[in-house]
Nanobody
Framework: QVQLVESGGGLVQAGDSLRLSCAASGSIFSIYAMGWYRQAPGKQRELVAAITRGGRKNYADSVKGRFTISRDNAKNTVYLQMNSLKPEDTAVYYC???????????????WGQGTQVTVSS
């Protein structure tokens, strides 16, 4: 059974930094893209950043220059370094993994349980 477990959220002030981590565990044959999404109250879930297995990255315009996504393929872990945080970054952040649990299974999306990030002004 595949699990994605996030950590690193919390309450910070505007301008501070946080680092989120997400570790995938269980029976995993291969992980393709991994990413971070966020959902603020009353809003739809949106992509924050994503990274392919080969290291190609893309970011939402709102976080470019402030957030950095990275991954450690040996540890099945993805990170999100968030600098210069703003109150509008407040949301629940979800880890996403496009992965294949077993050789004979189809690849599909898996999600973590979410971690709260709150930025006060």
């Amino acid at each position: 059974q595949v699990q994605l477990v996030e950590s690193g959220g919390g309450l910070v002030q505007a301008g501070d930094s946080l680092r989120l981590s997400c570790a995938a565990s269980g029976s995993i044959f291969s992980i393709y893209a991994m990413g971070w999404y966020r959902q603020a109250p009353g809003k739809q879930r949106e992509l924050v950043a994503a990274i392919t297995r080969g290291g190609r990255k893309n970011y939402a315009d709102s976080v470019k220059g402030r957030f950095t996504i990275s991954r450690d393929n040996a540890k099945n872990t993805v990170y999100l370094q968030m600098n210069s945080l703003k109150p509008e970054d407040t949301a629940v952040y979800y880890c996403n993994g496009d992965l294949q649990p077993e050789r004979w299974e189809r690849r599909s999306d898996y999600w973590g349980q979410g971690t709260q990030v709150t930025v006060s002004s």
